[in-house]
Structures are given as C-alpha cells and as structure tokens.
C-alpha cells in the first residue's frame, strides 16, 4: 500500500486536486473526491500535505449553489457534489462547514431531491436516476468508501437457515420486529 500511496500523492496536479489520468490533466472534484478517499488512511507527511492541499481545492471548486462541477463552468450536478462530499468526509472534514453563499453540498444534494424520493442529476436535468441516487445515497448519509465490511452477514445466513428450518413462533415474529442496534431512522422529508 505504501507504493501505491506514493504514487497516487506524485499524481497530485499543482492546484492540489486531482484529475482522471496522471499528473498534469485538468483537476476535479470528482477525482480528488476519490483520491481524498484513497489517502484517508494514509500515514506520513507527503500524504498529510497532499490531503491538505486536495481540501483546499475542493474549498476553492465550490460553485455559488453549494454544489460542485465536474469541470469549471459545467455546472453542479449530484455525482460530483457527491464525490466531493465523500471525500471531504474521509479527510475528516464535515462538509456542511464548507459554505458558498451560505450553501453547503449537503443543501445543494437535499435539493435535488424529486417528489418520489430519487435524485436529480442537476436542477432541471433528470438523467441516470439509479445511478446517480445510488452515488448521491452515501454522501447524504455520510459515508465514505471505503466501508467497513458487514459483519452481519453470516449471522443473517445463521438466522435465516434456523428460521426456514423451524416454523415461525411469537418470539420470531418480535425478533423480527426489532430494530439493528444503532439503526435510526430518518425522519420523513415533507412533500414524500
């Protein structure tokens, strides 16, 4: 992994974000959203200073929506917003700290947001729904890859191979009627 940091740190552009190929492209939030995601547990300081210099160019990149670009002029859109907002998590930054406007992206994301729950690719452009909900869904509920793995995967197998073996009892039926510990639901958004 250290190689491997290295040489991401070494593709770097001179604005401190990163672009879709090696050094010297045009940078975006995009890619320096998913490079901060690379070095989030980086050690050392060429990792350190590198982190440092892609927020700084996020903070710089932020359009007067709140949102983010995939290029300067393009307009924000939810995919970029996106992988801005999960980078700056990973960092450790909280991105409703970085403001345009008094915005944050997680304001410009929330307003994308159409009546049937999906995500809006822009205002006014609604293209890939399920593509671009699904990379919308993590920054909105602050996650950031990588994920930690899923524990409770054997355990469901475990469960579900005891209940298919055992007909349903009361206290199945109340086991399933309880909630993960640490599961909390989100409030329901008007208008849904």
Do not use: C
């Amino acid at each position: 992994p250290a190689a491997s940091v290295g040489w991401l740190v070494r593709q770097q552009d001179s604005d401190g974000g990163f672009n879709f190929a090696t050094r010297g492209g045009m940078s975006d939030p995009d890619d320096t959203g998913a490079a901060l995601e690379a070095l989030a547990g980086a050690g050392g300081s060429a990792a350190s200073r590198a982190r440092a210099r892609a927020i700084r160019f996020l903070r710089n990149s932020q359009d007067s929506d709140g949102g983010f670009a995939s290029m300067p002029g393009a307009g924000s859109n939810a995919q970029s917003t996106a992988f801005a907002v999960q980078g700056l998590l990973a960092a450790g930054v909280d991105p409703s700290t970085i403001r345009r406007r008094g915005v944050s992206p997680l304001d410009y994301l929330r307003s994308l947001i159409a009546a049937d729950g999906h995500v809006l690719y822009a205002r006014g452009t609604d293209q890939t729904p399920v593509w671009v909900t699904a990379e919308a869904l993590m920054a909105l509920d602050g996650k950031a890859l990588p994920l930690a793995p899923v524990a409770r995967a054997a355990r469901a197998s475990a469960t579900t191979s005891a209940r298919a073996s055992s007909p349903p009892t009361p206290s199945h039926r109340a086991a399933a009627a309880v909630k993960p510990a640490g599961h909390h639901p989100r409030p329901a958004r008007p208008g849904l």
